[in-house]
């Protein structure tokens, strides 16, 4: 996992695996397990499902191999479109359509590619006295783990500490060209 901070636990867990229906058909192009992450998000654990998002990036992208816990930018074009489809439909299927990149897209979009805006509509700033600034990730997160209480497009986090590249060049992925990672396998 990267080391990150540990956010934390505050999502509604009231979901139990009884109710939930985890997918069993999760495609990769590099044998990665979906499976956990389905069931993070099925279950409330979204702080977990973030992470593993992230950790997922990391070795999709290239990176864990090259001895680095973070992508770079120019990296993202080397991420496969089915790994990425299957994450969206796992995140925006267990958020009812709340969570994702392509909710994301939609929301930078809106705010004109104005980083800041977009930043201020997810809720990834917050105001301290007369100032905005960005939300805290490392060390006790401010971020909202709780599909109820947190923002459309708030989840996942994608980290900017490298600058804004990383996110913008997600959210441009050919996978998002078209619907078709809307399709279930």
Known sequence: MADSGKPPAS??????????EIPTKLPSDVGM??????????????????QFTRDALIVLAGSKEKGRE??????????????LATMERLWTKFSGGKFGYTVQK????QSKEDFEAFCTKIGWTTQDGDVERKKRWFGASEFIYDVKKAPVGHLPLTSALRGTS?????????VWDNDDWMIEP
Do not use: N
Request: no cysteine; net charge negative.
């Open 70 to 83: 973070f992508v770079y930018f120019t990296e993202v074009k080397r991420i496969p479109s089915t790994d």
């Open 33 to 50: 397990d979906y499976v956990p992450l389905a069931t993070m998000l099925a279950t409330g654990q979204l702080a977990e499902a973030d």
């Open 166 to 174: 990383l996110l913008k060049e997600l959210l441009k992925h050919p």
């Open 106 to 109: 939609k929301k930078y979009k």
């Open 11 to 20: 999502a509604d867990t009231s979901a139990s695996m009884e109710d939930a």
